[in-house]
């Protein structure tokens, strides 16, 4: 069986569907929690919110991320975390950018060059 990649960059690898990867239900069902209570905090204490429906919104979007989470944690896809690096280069404790002198720019006409051996 082979994947396509569609509009994916080239070096992104293939994530099939693997029964064996475990889905992180205490950690989906922690952040889930989390986005409910700040919810509900910012609409009673910010927007003094009393209707119902407002929560229950809540609610079924908490619901409706663990639903979509779960079945990408079987794609092997993992949100990056405030103790996770997100850069594969921070990772390995270097820097992304290598610093160095700046090479000089080719000479223009602004900065006194014509582009154009002179005679």
Same mark, same amino acid.
């Given at each position: 069986? /082979?994947?396509?990649?569609?509009?994916a %960059?080239?070096?992104?690898?293939?994530?099939?569907?693997?029964?064996?990867?475990?889905? %992180?239900?205490?950690?989906?069902?922690r /952040?889930?929690l989390i986005?409910?209570?700040?919810?509900?905090?910012?609409?009673?204490?910010?927007?003094?919110? /009393?209707?119902a429906?407002?929560y229950?919104?809540?609610?079924?979007?908490a619901?409706?991320?663990?639903?979509?989470?779960a @079945?990408?944690?079987?794609?092997?896809y993992?949100?990056?975390?405030?103790?996770r690096?997100?850069?594969?280069?921070r990772a390995a404790?270097?820097?992304?950018?290598?610093?160095?002198? &700046?090479?000089?720019p080719? @000479?223009?006409? &602004?900065?006194?060059?014509?582009?154009? %051996?002179? &005679?």
């Amino acid at each position: 069986m /082979e994947f396509r990649r569609v509009g994916a %960059p080239w070096n992104t690898p293939l994530m099939p569907w693997d029964a064996d990867r475990p889905i %992180p239900w205490k950690r989906l069902l922690r /952040e889930a929690l989390i986005f409910l209570l700040l919810g509900a905090l910012i609409f009673a204490f910010v927007l003094h919110t /009393e209707r119902a429906s407002s929560y229950v919104g809540l609610v079924i979007g908490a619901g409706l991320f663990v639903l979509i989470s779960a @079945p990408l944690s079987k794609f092997g896809y993992l949100r990056p975390t405030l103790n996770r690096p997100r850069s594969p280069a921070r990772a390995a404790g270097r820097q992304a950018v290598t610093p160095g002198p &700046r090479p000089k720019p080719a @000479p223009t006409r &602004r900065t006194g060059g014509s582009g154009k %051996p002179r &005679r």
